[in-house]
């Protein structure tokens, strides 16, 4: 079974600070996604990668930040986080560009205050 | 990018009913669509693949429609654990996700 798993299941920071989201998969997935999802607003794709060292902005790039380093890893990062970023982070992998099947991580619950 | 449009419910339905949910589309180069499902605090799953000629997997059953560029996803004898949020997707690169319907099966 393909693995996708989240640094955390719940955070809570203040205003301001710099905050990270890891996810990493197991299965040697060559893309990987970040997503929010809001009620009402459904899943909103921020950022993507297709490779390592990759990346492409996503319907809401604003006011985030990612990083691949590695093909397993992929951060999302809030350089400074606002309390409008309080949300449900997912984090998703699928095999190759034009995959029809995502597998997603748990989820991180952000809270900002 | 391409919008995908779904009713988002609540669909409150009793046991055994069957339930239709559509998903317009609005890109008629759209090739190929799915829909995935969402449990309460889980994350979305791929449930089934959608063809013009109709997919059936047990008690579901979708269809596509590209003259009128809906996709349909019928449920047949719901079950309480059926509830849950119903996501239509169209593929794209990458994926385009609906706001998703919800459907709460009721004893």
């Known amino acids: 079974d393909v693995k996708v798993t989240q640094s955390s299941r719940y955070l809570v920071k203040r205003t301001g600070e710099k905050v990270f989201l890891e996810c990493v998969q197991d299965?040697?997935?060559?893309?990987m996604f970040w997503y929010r999802q809001d009620p009402g607003l459904g899943l909103r794709l921020i950022y993507f990668s297709y490779d390592v060292k990759m990346k492409e902005k996503g319907d809401i790039p604003e006011g985030y930040s990612v990083s691949r380093e590695k093909k397993e890893r992929f951060s999302l990062i809030l350089e400074s986080a606002s309390t409008n970023q309080t949300s449900m982070y997912l984090c998703?992998?699928?095999?190759?560009?034009?995959?029809?099947?995502?597998?997603f991580g748990p989820g991180t619950r952000l809270t900002v205050t | 990018r391409k919008e995908v449009e779904q009713d988002p419910g609540p669909f409150n339905v009793p046991e055994g009913a069957t339930v239709a949910f559509n998903c317009t589309y609005s890109n008629s180069a759209s090739q190929s669509f799915f829909w995935y499902r969402q449990d309460c605090r889980k994350e979305p799953k791929l449930l089934m693949s959608v063809y013009s000629s109709g997919n059936e997997d047990g008690r579901f059953t979708a269809q596509l429609n590209r003259a009128s560029q809906y996709i349909s996803l019928l449920i047949r004898d719901s079950k309480l654990s059926d509830s849950a949020t119903y996501l239509c997707?169209?593929?794209?690169?990458?994926?385009?996700f609906g706001k998703g319907t919800r459907l709460s099966v009721i004893a």
């Open positions: 299965m040697d997935h060559e893309n």
């Open positions: 997707v169209a593929l794209n690169t990458p994926l385009v």
């Open positions: 998703a992998s699928s095999l190759i560009r034009g995959s029809y099947e995502q597998y």
